[in-house]
């Protein structure tokens, strides 16, 4: 008889906010089972003792009036901890659960099961992880009462089991690295996968017998790998699935505008410079694009249809490469198409869902393959190499996570892709720690090959990057990103550069992304951790990092191999690398001295007050819309102007010496790398590139190579010379001070207090050094641009005003060599564009409370259904405060970005909820994606304008004579445009647009930007009157010109 499963308590409450130290329980619920059986129940609602937020009971259906009569946690709380016990205990996002029960004396001891954490790791592809769409994937059907305490609680115990049962079925040499990860012991999962490990070793008699052993080392040497990769999916993989990716089964109904009778009636071209739309049909559209293909020339396509479709672009193109001649002509090559998209999203969305559709109503099937970034692959080398391995201390929670989820995903996927892979912000690190890029870096030593060359995992059939590669070269159509095909025609081992036919998708975006693409920062927590890898000396007089790990074989007269423990001692290194870790400690104290002299340059700097060109933000933060009131981290952009600042020579000193003694610790990590590539050899009969050796000596070149490229971006930035590039200093942001993983998976999500946890910054911020890119055009002539080669740019907003000159010069094209047209759908029958003549403008002192009072008005009347975009963190908060108390008292959900979730889950919740009005910035603009429920009013606050203090645009304003009319207003227009495609356009539903900037009426540059707008009927008229129109708008039918 087996033995049985042991107890557990399924827990879930229902509380009044996130905060254990100030917030009440309002519902306790918990389910006592063993294995599928439960035991006993126990539910109740509890006393709050004070208000329930408004938005807890529109989530919950907890009223004020169910909670009369309920008893005080206090009278429930011994029946509680009795029903509990030392019992594990499960739930999705447990810790929060039990926050607050351990604030109020309870369940102190007991282990924590975390479906959440449990569920990112067994499901490793799953977009979200709230409780809801966790079941859904797993097969459990979800109760309508969700957000109920006893229905959740159920949930959680369904999903627990389901998760176990797949944890069950994973790999014993698997579960044993899980169990075995070098992860901080309150991580909930690791006592988990200890017992679990047990459980196992006992029911298949291997207690105490070690998974690996002797037998496990003499295969190893036998196939000169680590023998786990025989229990990865693409040793399990047929011949035939090595192939180019055929096209996937087109669903069975296609949605709208998805075939050629379709485009041919909806569709009208637009024919650069035409006063009025001439409906000349998609043909027009298709002869464009044929022409660019057979005449190998670059085309501009403006495609508005709604949402992210590019259908006249791609039919066409698909058309062509099926139109393909029996036989090539002599000195021909076969026709192949490349498609970059802007981000994984669109790629994989593309290739899983649009080429198939496309395909199938052309009746081909020509094979398709994705290409990825250079760090978008599992590198298998890196995985059975360091990647386990102690090298810079514990892991965190997060990188933990990350990992065993990454070794889950393993044994799942075929391609290695990271787009398959769903990765939290926190996790990011462990990708780094086995992602690809780093393969092709030359070695130390000019005698032996880079790792990729001498790679055995990649001469066996298990490199996922070479896998890829033989699918990009015998596909018909390859896919790709912006950046992916950046790094790709960049490199000296191109596979798309062969490739004459081009169609660059999301072209509105290509320039952001290039930027991206091109930026680089030196930042002192990033320099000193690549330090650290490399070696370090612990308090304790240990040593730790990648010297360490690989002393037995860098020590003269060293065993060879690595070691065995995370640290070694003295008496394990000898006096070379003695020597090494005295020069790595040097490195870090420049590095430290460096960025203290930086920030005290910025400190004087913002003294003495900034000038008319340093302002701005880094590149990752939004650059459009006005200046937020509380921001005091203003940037010093590096020019030669920064000399005159009297630390500049502290400055220059403080680099000389971290440049030397960085080029000090790239010259021993090529010494340490030379040495472990020859100990390998003396001491192995295995090919160089099969043993442990090799991995540290490719993790070493890769710090080496990274070193290098961080020494080089302080270089060209200290020179303050006239460049491409364009450089700052600034201080970094804050991190989200409300941000808790845990929380943010919970769909419920009450405002927090906008405090930073305690602990956050245990050092004094220094600032960062930022850098990017300043015109891209110089960079596309170079890589995408070329003779004998079409490129086709199609995009949602690539026009001003009908005229195509301003993306034209972006891109550095001619306008007598690139045709342009536009490809629309008019709209003057879906949406209203209302213009409140009678405003105040945004710079006046009246405007923000006159918007709050709109927006109240508004969202009365319409009962919800809005989303109002801002230009601002600042002023969308002072809208939030002002306007949430006054509309949830009507019964109206008001949800902020930053305040109540990120931008997902604000869709989630405006797709499920009625009578919900969201505000957004930021990603709401650019990023909308795929939305399910289009608002009936979409506000825009103020125009997109860029911030011309921000670096980078100040540094392109710099090429224009008048900033406000030649790249001002474009760039408005053009942001506009591309956010009401995706946001307003992507369903043909009865809607409204409000623009509450009254300068599109009152400046002259206003008609540029409403031109710049596909037709819809339009209304300018007092705000007083905007509810009344708008409600007769939305219920009568056809045009109002």
Avoid at 321 to 336: K, Y
Avoid at 571 to 596: C, I, P, Y
Avoid at 617 to 643: A, F, I, M, V
Wanted: glycine content about 6%.
């Amino acid at each position: 008889m087996g033995k049985k499963p042991p107890v557990r308590v399924a827990l879930d409450l229902e509380t009044t906010g996130l905060q254990a130290e100030h917030d009440a329980i309002l519902e306790v619920a918990a389910i006592k089972f063993q294995g599928a059986t439960v035991l006993d129940t126990l539910e109740t609602l509890v006393a709050p003792g004070r208000p329930v937020p408004y938005r807890v009971q529109r989530l919950t259906g907890i009223t004020p009036q169910q909670l009369t009569g309920v008893p005080q946690f206090e009278s429930i709380a011994q029946k509680l901890q009795q029903f509990i016990g030392d019992l594990p205990i499960v739930g999705h996002s447990i810790p929060f659960d039990v926050g607050f029960l351990r604030r109020r004396g309870l369940v102190r001891n007991n282990a924590l099961i975390d479906t959440f954490e449990l569920a990112t790791v067994l499901l490793p592809s799953l977009p979200s992880y709230n409780l809801g769409q966790v079941a859904a994937a797993l097969g459990i059907m979800v109760a309508p009462e969700r957000h109920r305490a006893m229905v959740d609680t159920e949930l959680a115990m369904q999903v627990f089991l389901a998760l176990h049962q797949r944890l069950q079925a994973v790999d014993l040499a698997l579960l044993k690295d899980l169990a075995n990860l070098d992860a901080p012991h309150n991580w909930p999962l690791l006592a988990f996968f200890r017992q679990e490990l047990r459980f196992r070793q006992e029911k298949e008699g291997l207690r105490g017998v070690p998974i690996r052993g002797s037998l496990g080392d003499r295969f190893a040497a036998q196939l000169g790998m680590d023998p786990r990769v025989l229990s990865f999916a693409i040793a399990h993989e047929s011949d035939a699935q090595v192939n180019a990716v055929q096209t996937p089964q087109v669903e069975t109904t296609p949605p709208a505008l998805n075939t050629l009778e379709q485009m041919k009636n909806i569709v009208e071209v637009i024919p650069e410079q035409a006063s009025q739309a001439a409906p000349l049909g998609y043909w027009t559209a298709r002869k464009a694009v044929l022409e660019a293909l057979m005449q190998r020339t670059t085309l501009l396509m403006e495609v508005t249809l709604g949402g992210s479709d590019y259908t006249p672009a791609l039919l066409p193109a698909l058309e062509w490469l099926t139109d393909e001649p029996f036989e090539t002509q002599p000195g021909t090559s076969p026709r192949r198409l490349l498609i970059a998209c802007s981000n994984q999203q669109s790629a994989r969305r593309l290739i899983e869902t649009v080429l198939p559709r496309l395909q199938a109503s052309l009746k081909s099937q020509l094979p398709v393959a994705y290409l990825a970034e250079h760090g978008g692959y599992l590198c298998t080398h890196r995985w059975f190499g360091a990647a386990l391995r102690r090298t810079s201390g514990e892991l965190t929670a997060e990188q933990a996570r990350g990992l065993a989820k990454q070794g889950i995903w393993a044994q799942q996927t075929l391609t290695g892709e990271r787009s398959e892979l769903t990765m939290l912000p926190q996790e990011i690190t462990a990708w780094e720690r086995i992602s690809s890029g780093v393969e092709r870096i030359p070695s130390a030593d000019g005698h032996i090959a880079s790792a990729y060359d001498r790679c055995v995992y990649r001469r066996k059939g298990y490199c996922f990057v070479s896998r890829a590669e033989e699918r990009v070269k015998t596909a018909k159509i390859v896919v790709t990103t912006h950046a992916g095909l950046l790094d790709d025609l960049t490199h000296s081992h191109s596979l798309l550069a062969a490739i004459d036919r081009r169609l660059i998708l999301d072209a509105d975006l290509l320039e952001e992304e290039m930027s991206r693409w091109s930026s680089a920062e030196l930042e002192q927590t990033h320099l000193l951790g690549l330090l650290n890898t490399i070696g370090t000396e612990l308090p304790d007089g240990r040593y730790q990092g990648l010297l360490a790990l690989g002393a037995p074989a860098l020590r003269e007269n060293g065993p060879g191999g690595l070691s065995t423990t995370p640290t070694v001692s003295k008496s394990e290194v000898d006096t070379r690398m003695r020597t090494w870790f005295q020069m790595l400690h040097h490195a870090s104290d420049a590095v430290s001295n460096l960025f203290s002299c930086y920030g005290q340059l910025l400190e004087e700097f913002l003294q003495h007050g900034s000038g008319s060109n340093n302002g701005g933000r880094d590149k990752g933060r939004n650059s459009y819309g006005g200046r937020s009131n509380d921001r005091t981290d203003q940037p010093l952009r590096l020019t030669g102007e920064t000399r005159n600042l009297g630390t500049w020579t502290d400055v220059e000193r403080a680099w000389q010496q971290t440049a030397q003694r960085l080029q000090h610790v790239i010259d021993l990590v090529h010494d340490a790398e030379r040495v472990l590539l020859t100990t390998q050899r003396s001491h192995h009969r295995l090919d160089v590139g099969s043993g442990e050796e090799d991995s540290v000596a490719s993790e070493l070149a890769a710090i080496a190579w990274k070193l290098l490229e961080q020494k080089r971006l302080g270089q060209q930035a200290m020179a303050l010379a006239e460049s491409d590039m364009v450089y700052w200093l600034r201080m970094p942001p804050a991190p989200p001070p409300f941000v808790q993983q845990t929380v943010q998976q919970r769909l419920v999500v009450p405002p927090v207090p906008l405090t930073t946890p305690s602990g956050e910054h245990s050092h004094p911020p220094v600032p960062v050094l930022y850098g990017q890119q300043v015109q891209i055009s110089a960079l596309l002539k170079r890589t995408i641009f070329g003779a004998d080669i079409c490129t086709i740019l199609a995009g949602a907003s690539l026009s001003v005003d009908n005229n195509f000159s301003f993306c034209r010069g972006r891109f550095g094209l001619e306008n007598d060599a690139c045709p342009a047209l536009s490809v629309v759908t008019e709209h003057h029958e879906q949406t209203l564009l209302y213009l409140p003549n009678d405003v105040p403008e945004p710079n006046m002192p009246q405007y923000q409370r006159s918007l709050d009072e709109t927006l109240i008005q508004l969202a009365t009347a319409l009962e919800g259904q809005m989303v109002i975009l801002y230009t601002s963190h600042a002023s969308l908060r002072s809208s939030y405060a002002a306007v949430k108390p006054v509309l949830e008292g009507r019964g109206i959900l008001v949800l902020g970005q930053g305040v109540d979730g990120s931008p997902r889950q604000l869709w989630q919740l405006f797709s499920s909820q009625e009578h919900v009005i969201v505000l957004g910035t930021g990603n709401f603009w650019d990023n909308i994606g795929e939305i399910s429920r289009v608002p009936v009013c979409t506000f825009i606050t103020r125009l997109p304008m860029p911030v011309l203090n921000d670096p980078p645009v100040a540094a392109r304003a710099e090429h224009y004579s008048d900033q406000l009319h030649q790249l001002t207003v474009p760039v408005a227009s053009l942001r506009l445009r591309r956010a009401l495609n995706r946001l307003v356009w992507s369903e043909a539903t009865r809607n409204v647009v409000i623009l509450f900037d009254r300068r599109v009426l009152s400046k002259e540059y206003g008609s540029t930007i409403l031109h710049s707008l596909p037709r819809s009927s339009q209304r300018q008229a007092a705000v007083s009157h905007m509810p009344e129109t708008i409600l007769d708008w939305l219920t009568a039918s056809g045009s109002w010109e």
